[in-house]
């Protein structure tokens, strides 16, 4: 077998097979197939696809390609959430307390990436004290005994798709279903819970920009899920304008900690809402959508949702007080503040926008060596489809001093505006199963 006739063989759009897939990663995760090579094939992936059955194998030769995370020790159900991302996702940090309090198990081991804002990495990290890496033993206990624990990735998962994702990156061949869909699915697969919920975020400020491209990429996703006996099930949700009204580690933390006192954004509120009573059900911890409202609302108001959360933190060396004293977090020195220059209804957020004017903050980072600033951000103070008066505060900048005039002029330009009544966004768009 030689991986040019394989590179030949997708370039004319034939079906690769189960062997010729592992030739090609077993190879160049040894070494053996150069970089050359297997760029050549993922060019030629992007221009034909993969199909179902290329999908699923090129899954699995990933996930088998390091270790795996075995949760059969862990009494219980342990059920994951992925989101593809977008500017104010701090959902799993709402999700997985109210999630744990209903009788779940969440085991979540995270990366940080690249981004306009920090990972769910940095936004523990913004909590004094909180400790991201703890041994694998501490982990299980963790997870066993308060139902939740959220640390940084120490095992060797899916090293062949770290290469390829690296090679993907500055070859321009990201942007393929059948690879993003391979990705994302080792390291779900390799993380071991019974159950995946897949957040597949939609528009400006997401990877996906149209619906049906997020659709085709779910569908991709929840069938190699399925195939490899997970229940997984993805739900496609609006990244047309900032999630919530918090862009920015600290601010984030906080604005969760709100939503699970009661008092979070509307649309925040909603989405995490809605994520937990689909895992509720897909669990088969709810029989109904209305058993599972009630079972959210029930650990809500009675405080063990946020007493997870605290206990989390508690756990994972951080200071629980912050629940009840913000003071205890790092704070920006100046606020700024942008106002709508016209009345009107807010037409579009720029959100990509929005997200780059935090990352230039401070919030984010442009290469892995960038250190982020917990306490700098944006709050987004309104939504599309809403009417604001000329002087009325759009957006409140906080800030160390970094970049200042260029984030205030990116947040203010982010903001479009019309005369005629806008249609205000749905938060969940279709539920893929």
Do not use: W
Not at 19 to 48: R, T, W
Not at 258 to 273: A, N, Q, S
Request: proline share 2%; aromatic share 4%; hydrophobic share 40%.
């Amino acid at each position: 077998m030689r991986a040019v006739d394989i590179i030949i063989k997708k370039r004319q759009g034939l079906e690769l097979t189960k062997e010729e897939i592992h030739f090609i990663i077993d190879g160049y995760v040894k070494g053996e197939i150069p970089d050359y090579q297997v760029s050549a094939l993922l060019m030629a992936i992007c221009f034909q696809g993969l199909n179902a059955k290329e999908q699923i194998n090129l899954t699995m030769e990933m996930l088998h390609s390091g270790e795996k995370i075995d949760l059969s020790s862990i009494q219980g159900v342990c059920v994951d959430k992925h989101s593809t991302g977008g500017v104010g996702d701090k959902t799993t940090l709402v999700i997985a307390p109210i999630i744990a309090a209903c009788g779940l198990k969440i085991a979540k081991m995270s990366g940080r990436g690249l981004g306009h804002t920090g990972g769910t990495l940095d936004k523990l990290e913004s909590i004094p004290g909180f400790q991201i890496a703890i041994s694998p033993e501490n982990f299980f206990k963790q997870v066993q005994e308060i139902g939740i624990a959220v640390v940084g990735q120490t095992a060797n998962i899916t090293p062949a798709d770290k290469k390829l994702y690296a090679l993907r990156d500055v070859t321009g061949t990201v942007d393929s279903v059948g690879l993003i869909a391979g990705s994302i699915m080792s390291k779900k697969l390799a993380s071991g819970a019974h159950s995946i919920l897949l957040d597949v975020k939609v528009g400006d400020g997401a990877f996906m920009q149209t619906l049906e491209e997020a659709q085709v990429l779910a569908k991709a996703m929840v069938n190699i899920g399925n195939s490899c006996g997970r229940t997984t099930v993805a739900m496609l949700t609006d990244m047309d304008q900032p999630l919530g009204e918090a862009v920015g580690n600290s601010l984030e933390v906080i604005e969760v900690i709100e939503t699970l006192k009661g008092r979070g954004p509307v649309d925040f509120t909603t989405l995490c809402h809605e994520i937990c009573i689909e895992m509720l059900l897909m669990t088969n911890f709810a029989k109904d959508e209305l058993e599972a409202k009630q079972r959210i609302a029930m650990v809500l108001q009675d405080g063990s949702a946020i007493e997870k959360l605290r206990q989390m933190i508690l756990y994972q060396g951080g200071n629980p007080e912050v629940i009840n004293d913000y003071q205890l977090f790092a704070q920006a020195k100046n606020i700024m503040t942008v106002k709508s220059e016209t009345s009107g209804y807010i037409k579009k957020i720029h959100t990509h926008s929005i997200g780059d004017a935090a990352m230039l903050l401070g919030a984010g980072r442009k290469t892995k060596e960038d250190i982020i600033d917990p306490s700098v951000g944006i709050k987004v103070l309104t939504k599309v489809g809403n009417f604001v008066n000329k002087g009325d505060i759009l957006a409140q900048i906080y800030t160390n001093g970094k970049e200042e005039a260029n984030a205030l002029r990116m947040t203010q330009q982010a903001f479009e505006m019309t005369k005629e009544v806008v249609q205000k966004n749905q938060i969940v768009l279709d539920i893929i199963k």
